[in-house]
């Protein structure tokens, strides 16, 4: 079961909206503790002392956008990925919303971001978060809780899909920061990672872009051309 902790009592989780938590909490073996701070939910870490982990929208975003008034986009590898140029904004359909990291980083390029997640526990937290957040861009964002797969089969009209599968990578020397490694210790690997991209691809939008860490190598096969970075790069496919 699932504990939810807000303003110093334990709620109740018995109801149909907490079945994928309670269920998923069964499989992993053990209590996952979400406790109300700050207006939303936020997950306690797995080790004693760490600060739980929680997605701050309004504050990722007006950072960006402070970022920004300093630095042109066409700096940013994500933006030049996707196809960002002079006054064009792709629509975006992003596959894997995680943390909603890169999410919120196409949002502030001024991209209309459709955002999936299939995972019950990062579903909750951004869910949460965004009941929490105000930010004018997130009229931009449309969330859609559920399977990449299920998502693909009746898209949105975009025109571009953005793909960061999770996977368990030899090249990564250093130890991962603490939402990563919480993050991987729940969501795993991506193992169905190749046939989502088999499927993407299949659709012929403008481009896919898939992210890896800069030794990895191709998820299927060669990208049409690639954005790298010190430690990430975008391998892009182009509609042939």
């Not at 309670?22 to 939303?40: A, M, P, T």
């Not at 042109?72 to 140029?85: M, Y």
């Not at 009209?157 to 020397?173: G, L, T």
Request: a positive charge; glycine letters at 6%; aromatic letters at 10%.
């Amino acid at each position: 079961m699932i504990k939810l902790i807000k303003e110093g009592r334990i709620l109740p989780t018995n109801g149909p909206e907490f079945d994928d938590l309670n269920k998923f909490s069964g499989q992993l073996g053990r209590e996952l503790v979400f406790e109300w701070l700050e207006g939303q939910y936020w997950l306690h870490s797995d080790l004693p002392r760490e600060r739980p982990i929680g997605i701050e929208i309004d504050k990722e975003l007006f950072r960006h956008e402070e970022y920004f008034k300093k630095s042109s986009l066409q700096k940013e590898l994500l933006a030049r990925a996707v196809g960002v140029k002079g006054p064009y904004r792709p629509k975006v359909l992003d596959l894997t919303a995680g943390m909603l990291g890169d999410c919120l980083l196409l949002l502030s390029f001024g991209c209309e971001v459709w955002a999936c997640e299939r995972h019950p526990v990062i579903r909750f937290l951004i869910e949460s978060a965004l009941m929490n957040a105000q930010h004018p861009k997130l009229k931009l964002l449309h969330f859609l809780p559920g399977e990449a797969s299920s998502i693909l089969e009746a898209a949105p009209s975009v025109d571009v899909i953005y793909f960061d599968p999770m996977f368990e990578d030899a090249n990564e020397k250093t130890s991962p920061r603490k939402e990563m490694r919480i993050f991987r210790s729940l969501v795993g690997s991506d193992e169905d990672a190749v046939q989502i991209f088999k499927k993407s691809l299949d659709l012929k939008l403008k481009r896919l872009v898939v992210k890896r860490p800069r030794q990895s190598a191709c998820l299927f096969r060669k990208p049409s051309v690639e954005y790298i970075g010190k430690s990430t790069r975008y391998d892009v496919y182009f509609s042939v």
